[in-house]
């Protein structure tokens, strides 16, 4: 693994502003999306479907749109954007900077790292019943159901820590594009941001 490297000052305060700033965003969206939806819930519903269509969640044809959006303005919502905030708060990963090349494990448990395997709460209804990880071999469950989909691409785990997730702030997910143990996309964090077409883009330019 190389050594770490120091990261821009001015890039780790935009995460904590950025962290603050958006808990107020997501509590504000979450009391919004609550009153709306018992004043108007068809109004309610076409805004979310409109969001759902910029992560392209609304093109999954296992869920539906009740599967998914009422989510949002439930409690349990803003609760796990909270805790998945306090490990983003370690985010290292800046585009046109090296990226941080934590350790993660393939699913026979051989130890790796995030750039040398370059080069070899909350849920939503009626989806795959994936508790949260107590424990590695519970990680490696999930890992091994997601293989059962047939990714297009291989499957490695972050360890117990959440080192990888927090050093990338991702935020339940997050895309990024690294070429040569650099960041060249950083997307943002998701649901919302979760843009897998800015990543087609990138991909097709390189």
């Known amino acids: 693994m190389r050594p770490h490297r120091r990261y821009p000052a001015m890039e780790k305060l935009k995460v904590y502003l950025f962290s603050i700033f958006l808990v107020f965003v997501v509590f504000a969206q979450s009391l919004f999306f609550k009153i709306l939806s018992v004043v108007s819930p068809t109004l309610t519903k076409t805004i979310l479907l409109k969001l759902g269509e910029r992560s392209t969640m609304t093109q999954n044809p296992n869920f539906r749109y009740e599967d998914w959006g009422p989510t949002f303005y439930q409690l349990?919502?803003?609760?796990?954007?909270?805790?998945?905030?306090?490990?983003?708060?370690?985010?290292?990963?800046?585009?046109?900077?090296?990226?941080?090349?934590?350790?993660?494990?393939?699913?026979?448990?051989?130890?790796?790292?995030?750039?040398?395997?370059?080069?070899?709460?909350?849920?939503?209804?009626?989806?795959?019943?994936i508790k949260t990880h107590r424990s590695l071999q519970d990680?490696?469950?999930?890992?091994?159901?997601?293989?059962?989909?047939?990714?297009?691409?291989?499957?490695?785990?972050?360890?117990?820590?959440?080192?990888?997730?927090?050093?990338?702030?991702?935020?339940?997910?997050?895309?990024?594009?690294?070429?040569?143990?650099?960041?060249?996309?950083?997307?943002?964090?998701?649901?919302?941001?979760y843009n897998p077409g800015e990543v087609r883009d990138v991909l097709q330019k390189l």
């Open 76 to 129: 349990a919502f803003p609760k796990a954007v909270l805790a998945f905030l306090r490990k983003s708060l370690r985010d290292e990963a800046f585009v046109g900077h090296p990226a941080p090349d934590t350790a993660v494990l393939t699913l026979e448990r051989e130890k790796t790292s995030v750039c040398s395997f370059m080069r070899d709460g909350w849920s939503f209804k009626n989806n795959i019943d």
């Open 139 to 193: 990680r490696l469950a999930a890992a091994r159901r997601l293989l059962q989909e047939g990714p297009l691409c291989p499957v490695v785990v972050d360890d117990m820590s959440d080192v990888t997730a927090s050093r990338y702030g991702a935020l339940p997910e997050r895309l990024y594009v690294l070429r040569s143990g650099k960041i060249i996309y950083k997307g943002k964090m998701g649901p919302w941001g």
